[in-house]
């Protein structure tokens, strides 16, 4: 399920204050300011720092 843009455009990665950008299939967040992914659950995103994995890079 994607993000409304108006609720993208609010986000921010509560670690670093990046951007946030919606991944391709909709089910986490990437910060590619400090390399975090953040999931999204049930439409949800859950924007804690200790829920949020390393990208792979």
Same mark, same amino acid.
């Given at each position: 399920?994607?993000?409304?843009?108006?609720?993208?455009?609010? +986000?921010?990665? @509560?670690?670093?204050? #990046?951007?946030?950008?919606?991944? &391709?299939?909709?089910?986490?967040?990437?910060?590619?300011?400090?390399? +975090?992914?953040? @999931?999204?659950?049930? #439409?949800?995103?859950?924007?804690? &720092?200790?829920?949020?994995?390393?990208?792979?890079?």
């Amino acid at each position: 399920m994607a993000l409304p843009a108006r609720i993208r455009e609010l +986000l921010a990665c @509560p670690k670093c204050r #990046g951007a946030l950008e919606e991944a &391709v299939d909709g089910g986490a967040l990437h910060c590619t300011s400090c390399s +975090l992914s953040y @999931p999204v659950r049930d #439409g949800i995103p859950v924007l804690l &720092v200790e829920q949020a994995e390393p990208l792979a890079r």
